[in-house]
Nanobody, 115 residues
Framework: QVQLVESGGGLVQPGGSLRLSCAAS????????TDWYRQVPGKERELVAT???????NYKDSVKGRFTIARDNAKNTVYLQMNSLKPEDTAVYYC?????????WGKGTLVTVSS
């Protein structure tokens, strides 16, 4: 059973920073790409950033240069460093892995960017 647990969300002012963490159970975590998605009420969940098992990264255009995804294989953890946050970044952020045909999601962590 794969479990992904997000943490690090909260309330931050525009221009501020947060670091989200996704901690995973199981030793196979490092073998798969990990994604961060986000969702606001009434909208579809959108892909924000991906890191492959080899460490290659990809970002949604609107977060390029502001967000950084990284992984610590020794800790079975993936991070999302978010800088220069904007009100439009407000959402619930989810950690995701796809292993073969199975999708695994965490329960999400809420990020609110507001003054």
């Amino acid at each position: 059973q794969v479990q992904l647990v997000e943490s690090g969300g909260g309330l931050v002012q525009p221009g501020g920073s947060l670091r989200l963490s996704c901690a995973a159970s199981g030793s196979a975590f490092i073998m798969y790409a990990t994604d961060w998605y986000r969702q606001v009420p009434g909208k579809e969940r959108e892909l924000v950033a991906t890191i492959t098992n080899g460490g290659n990264t990809n970002y949604k255009d609107s977060v390029k240069g502001r967000f950084t995804i990284a992984r610590d294989n020794a800790k079975n953890t993936v991070y999302l460093q978010m800088n220069s946050l904007k009100p439009e970044d407000t959402a619930v952020y989810y950690c995701h892995q796809r292993r073969y045909s199975m999708d695994y999601w965490g329960k999400g962590t809420l990020v609110t960017v507001s003054s």
